[in-house]
């Protein structure tokens, strides 16, 4: 969540791997993960900006995938990222489009079965990135929509274009998940070993790559550089870090906004659509 981004709190479960033993670690599967290109590709268009920016305006259901990798563990860990949400776009009183992101869920996904880590909701709702004035480009036949990155901070108050603190008892740190534990909270799962949680602070930073396509969707590739800290964690062994990183490939890092109406504004409502709007989510599939 990472988002990515996102919105990608479930990172610190990589680090994990040096507690379990996985001697066949699934690959990642094959790039892109979806054709977005060649299934919208943009045929004709206004080359007028201002035209542009008014077709954008509105409500778009957000589906992003981040993925990392951690190659510092015994065994090298991969993880999907799957953030669901809404974006707006609106005109500010200088004409300037401004984009509104709000992330509702995320779904995690790695390649060692016997690790598992959840959150609820709350969690992924307490993100709140700054709305952004984004960047129009028309080249290729095609337009472009860049969304710079906003740093927002999450568990933690202060100045947010400073790097995370790594100071456990930072007295800014906060409780937005409100279940009276630093930061925020991520349950933990390894196999039928160890359970417990993971209390963490972040500092989200992502920035999206965007193509309007002729159907009114925009898809494009989310690049994340955000930074997290371990406050502290229910078992002394949960309490680690880790040295993970965004996968560099931009087809496994797809994001999709897809427009829909206003009425459509709950998780609960986006998914009762979300089979017939965004494709299916990736997995790790092992090659036998």
């Known amino acids: ?4 981004k996102i919105f990608v709190l479930y990172l610190m479960v990589i680090t994990l791997s040096t507690l379990v033993s996985c001697s066949d670690p699934i690959p990642w599967p094959a790039s892109p993960l979806y054709n977005f290109e060649n299934s919208h590709e943009l045929t004709s268009i206004t080359t007028n900006i201002d035209s542009v920016k008014q077709l954008l305006v509105g409500h778009y259901a957000h589906y992003d ?6 190659t510092t563990t015994q065994s090298p860990m991969f993880t999907f990222v799957i953030s669901y949400g809404f974006t707006d776009y609106f005109l500010d009183s200088l004409g300037n489009l401004i984009q509104s992101d709000r992330f509702l869920f995320a779904e995690h996904k790695i390649n ?3 690790i598992k880590s959840t959150f609820n909701s709350d969690a992924v709702q307490a993100i709140k990135p700054k709305n952004q004035q984004v960047e129009l480009n028309y080249h290729d036949g095609n337009w472009h929509i860049y969304r710079a990155p906003t740093p927002s901070l999450l ?3 202060g100045d947010p274009s400073l790097p995370l603190s790594t100071d456990p008892n930072d007295p800014n740190i906060t409780d937005p998940d409100n279940d009276g534990n630093p930061g925020v909270t991520v349950q933990i799962n390894i196999g039928k070993f160890i359970e417990g ?3 963490i602070t972040r500092r989200e930073i992502y920035a999206n790559y965007l193509t309007l396509n002729n159907d009114g969707t925009l898809t494009g590739y989310v690049k994340d550089d955000s930074e997290q800290f371990v406050v502290g964690a229910s078992r002394r062994i949960l309490a680690q870090e880790s040295n993970a990183y965004q996968h560099p490939d931009k087809g496994l890092n797809p994001i999709l906004l897809v427009p829909v109406s206003d009425e459509i504004d709950t998780l609960e409502e986006l998914f009762e659509i979300r089979d017939e709007i965004f494709p299916k989510e990736p997995e790790f599939i092992k090659i036998d």
């Open 1 to 4: 969540m990472s988002k990515n």
């Open 65 to 70: 995938v981040v993925a990392y990798e951690d």
């Open 112 to 114: 060692q079965p016997n």
């Open 155 to 157: 568990g933690i108050k």
């Open 197 to 199: 949680f993971i209390y």
